[in-house]
């Protein structure tokens, strides 16, 4: 069960930019640890208490990877997703959830779910998804 | 003896008697006119007649015993068994009186009929006989005076074999005394009514019984023996059984998933900063690296700390893997006899059993698609709420509804009792929340959960009844 340290550092900084990680969480406390532990990786983090919140923030092209939580209030992350994919934002998007997941796995796919990952999240994995997000293929809108 | 005629005596005043004499060989030298109404044949169809040929006559005894006493006594009285003249038969109370003259002699035979209270003796006699209880009669002392044919299929024993024996032989060894306490009742002209208890029958298996036991008097109101009417409620007792037993798995049913849904939302709220810390000492552990030697040691105890994080969420993840084993199955279900069910279920508690639980079904045939002990255990919920709202009630009523409501059929428990007030109204289905002394304010919120898990709603409105109504929603089955 012990894992190792992480590595000393990722590459996020592709081209020479700092990419922008945007968090959807309503518990104010995982909010907060998230955004000081991305930030110790020199990523730049947006973060929102609700669903409501970033849909009604400035530009969403902006973000380069989205981790959401998928209990929340008025809208689960899996939706938010969905509507994220409807204002025609392309990014992956990395649900994590105190349950077990519950929708079917095509939906997630198709809405660009890359991984559903259940608290508490290791940061090895947290980090090593957060890459794969960033680097994958945009996810094709129709 | 000399006969003393006051005032002349009408040639026709015996007339109506019911009377003939006969010769000793039985030929009739006298009968009455009255006879010919009890018999059929008039003085012209009998004179000259063998008596008892004519009659057809039964007696109790045989006819020479009968004769003998009557030689030698001058008197015989005894019933005898005789057909009229259109074939129907008649009892009667024959008194024979033997007078001698001339050395001829004469017998004197009254008739009183006593088809009447025969036939209505007879008939009461038929219905001991053919009712299911035991019916048995016994002397003061505890003799078997008679026993029915339902005692004899209920204990083993045959009438022969325990007329005249003590009762005793029924009575299980741990309750020989409950006889004495019950005769001493008697003795004092008491009943006992609907006495439940144990008697054994003749192969020694004990019978649950219902004991019923009154004083018999003779016609001067002295107390002479004791009626026992039992009835085998073995059945009863065993049904009664069966649902008390039902009821305490359904309780621990209950509370396996109160202690689910507890650990359920335990496991869920524990993640979040379990979450929070674990994030925390990443970033620190990150803050750290590089900076110094008493950094590095610092690094190496956050790591440690890391791992733990990790550790409680696998057991949170093992725990929640376990619950989810006891997860409901939804059948398509009749509910109408399901909410019977869990209505005498609720009620078989005994400082319950006066409420007037009543039905009002509009979505009869109605099929649902539910978890059945989820179902009961909301309804048994609710049910006990209302009738602990009904205690300090004179009138204790509670009236469960079902209603069609396009996809959903609801189901409405309303009681008597006084209402929610305000305030507790609002907040009634938040765990914790309780307006018990011993609750544990975990009813409602849990009954929430099961409904919402099972699709439905539910809710809290005024009851028709003047006191509290709740209505929780289930999803219909496609027709």
Known sequence: MARDAPPASLAFQRAGRVHTICIVEDDEAVRDSLRALLETHRLTVADFATPQALLASGPLSDFDCFIVDFQMPGMNGLELVEALRARGVSRCAIVISAARATAPRERMTKAGVIAWLPKPVPEPDLLDWIQRAIDCTPVSLQ | M????????????????????????????????????????????????????????????????????????????????????????????????????????????????????????????????????????????????????????????????????????????????????????????????????????????????????????????????????????????????????????????????????????????????????????????????????????????????????????????????????????SHTTAIERLIEDTGALAQIDAKFRDIQLRYDFHAQHSLAVVDRVQFQQVLFNLLRNAFEATTAKKTRTVLVSTMLKENDIEIGVADSGDGLARDIAENLFRPFMTTKENGMGVGLSICRTIVEGMGGRIWHQPSPLGGAMFVFTVPRAEA
């Open chain 2, 2 to 329: 000399e006969t003393i005629a006051v005032s002349p005596v009408p040639e026709n005043a015996l007339a109506a008697a019911l009377v003939f004499v006969r010769a000793r060989d039985g030929t009739i030298l006298y009968w009455s006119e009255g006879l010919q109404h009890l018999y059929g044949y008039s003085a012209r169809d009998a004179l000259g007649q063998d008596a008892h040929r004519l009659l057809q006559t039964a007696f109790p005894s045989i006819p020479e015993v009968i004769d003998a006493t009557l030689e030698s006594a001058g008197t015989w009285s005894g019933e005898l068994l005789q057909r009229r003249k259109d074939g129907l038969p008649v009892v009667v109370v024959s008194h024979w009186t033997l007078t001698r003259a001339d050395n001829e002699s004469f017998v004197t035979e009254t008739c009183n009929d006593i088809s009447m209270h025969r036939q209505r003796s007879d008939y009461l006699a038929a219905i001991v006989q053919s009712t299911d209880d035991a019916i048995v009669g016994k002397t003061l002392d505890g003799q078997v005076t008679s026993w029915n044919s339902a005692a004899q299929v209920m204990f083993g024993y045959s009438a022969a074999e325990i007329v005249g024996q003590p009762i005793q032989v029924l009575l299980p060894r741990d309750r020989q005394r409950e006889e004495d306490i019950i005769m001493q009742e008697v003795r004092r002209g008491a009943s006992i009514t609907h006495y439940d208890t144990l008697r054994l029958k003749k192969d020694g298996a004990e019978v649950a019984i219902s004991l019923t036991v009154s004083p018999i008097r003779s016609a001067d109101g002295t107390i002479i023996g004791a009626s026992s009417i039992m009835r085998d409620i073995s059945e009863r007792r065993s049904a009664e059984e069966r649902f008390h037993r039902m009821q305490s798995e359904l309780a621990h049913m209950g509370r396996l998933s109160e202690m689910g849904q507890m650990a359920s939302a335990l496991a869920h709220e524990l993640n979040q900063p379990l979450t929070a810390t674990g994030n925390y000492i990443a970033a620190a552990r990150r803050s750290l690296e590089g900076s110094s030697p008493s950094g590095e040691r610092a690094i190496q105890n956050l790591n440690k700390a890391s791992q733990q994080i990790i550790r409680a969420g696998d057991i949170i993840r093992r725990l929640r893997g376990f619950l989810s084993k006891a997860e409901p199955e």
